[in-house]
T-cell receptor
Framework: GAVVSQHPSWVICKSGTSVKIECRSL??????MFWYRQFPKQSLMLMAT?????????EQGVEKDKFLINHASLTLSTLTVTSAHPEDSSFYIC?????????????FGDGTRLSIL | RKEVEQDPGPFNVPEGATVAFNCTYS??????FFWYRQDCRKEPKLLMS???SGNEDGRFTAQLNRASQYISLLIRDSKLSDSATYLC??????????FGAGTILRVKS
């Protein structure tokens, strides 16, 4: 089945550090990938849609200058949390949809747990 | 009103029990519907898509009622390994997924 891989799985770093998270589709090409954030005991919230070769589309309330997204190839999207602060600590998950047909489900990476001290 | 609403539970059931989860969504233009399962501190994994005609996968049956904007998931013969959070997920268009907050299931021996 479709596999989406994220790296790293865990990040612990000091406040003010920038953190890059990678999302790769391992056995399929993904022109579109999605970045979500999940705080404890809350549902996943879409942050942005990453489009290969073009700018990402950000959801309302998500700062595009703080959460930099680059989708340089059909198999890789990156999310960089710039100058991270403790309130950015969360579970970040990417997803990709296999195929272009409407109704196809998204498959998720195994997530990155970010802790900012 | 939340776009996707679920009873948070927890549902505590014995092994072998049948349990049903419900979900309602507010956007009548929603296009596709899914149940995902999320284990503690893990990513969501697709359980099944949901169709108006209803669909079954082993012990799991999902149903969609577009008129009532209601989705259900039935789990028969519950196993210990079914313990997880079940997420009702709706595609509201443009590939945008909206997640319910999840329903916690605990199956006990």
């Amino acid at each position: 089945g479709a596999v989406v891989s994220q790296h790293p799985s865990w990040v612990i770093c000091k406040s003010g550090t920038s953190v890059k998270i990678e999302c790769r589709s391992l056995d399929f090409q993904a022109t579109t990938m999605f970045w979500y954030r999940q705080f404890p005991k809350q549902s996943l919230m879409l942050m942005a849609t990453s489009n290969e070769g073009s700018k990402a589309t950000y959801e309302q309330g998500v700062e595009k200058d703080k959460f930099l997204i680059n989708h340089a190839s059909l198999t890789l999207s990156t999310l960089t949390v710039t100058s991270a602060h403790p309130e950015d600590s969360s579970f970040y998950i990417c997803s990709a949809r296999v195929g272009g047909a409407r109704g196809q489900p998204q498959h998720f990476g195994d997530g990155t747990r970010l802790s900012i001290l | 009103r939340k776009e996707v609403e679920q009873d948070p539970g927890p549902f505590n059931v014995p092994e072998g029990a049948t349990v049903a989860f419900n979900c309602t969504y507010s956007n009548s233009a929603s296009q596709s519907f899914f149940w995902y399962r999320q284990d503690c501190r893990k990513e969501p994994k697709l359980l099944m898509s949901v169709y108006s005609s209803g669909n079954e996968d082993g012990r799991f049956t999902a149903q969609l009622n577009r008129a009532s904007q209601y989705i259900s998931l039935l789990i028969r013969d519950s196993k210990l390994s079914d313990s997880a959070t079940y997420l009702c997920v709706v595609n509201i268009g443009g590939n945008k997924l909206v997640f319910g907050a999840g329903t916690i299931l605990r199956v006990k021996s």
